[in-house]
């Protein structure tokens, strides 16, 4: 509605339509809908030893993605994973792109976080 678009608590790239906690420019950055509420802007998969992480990116962005990783969630130290886009696949869908990051998990060295990171 008119009413929508003038307010930037719901239409600007900071408002949250739809309330779910990320905002319409998160949600338009990975191929969300920022009135659905439903999106899933993440996902992970675990089959035996092997991690995979999915998630969209439009394509021509001037943004820069990259995967990190952490021992830790909170206060740990976050590096760039060496490699994660050549070992990813990328797939086209229209005016997207679907990246899906698989990583084996190495026994006994304790967990990795995971994040996207789109600046």
Known sequence: TLAQLLN???SGPNGDLD???RSNYFEFIFGGNPTAGSDAPLVTSRVSNQFTLSFFRPKGITEQTRIESSTQLV???WTTVPNWAASSIITEFGDY???DFTTTIATGNGGLFYRVVIE
């Open 8 to 10: 930037a608590t719901t």
């Open 19 to 21: 309330g779910d906690g």
């Open 75 to 77: 206060g740990g130290s």
């Open 97 to 99: 792109q679907r990246i």
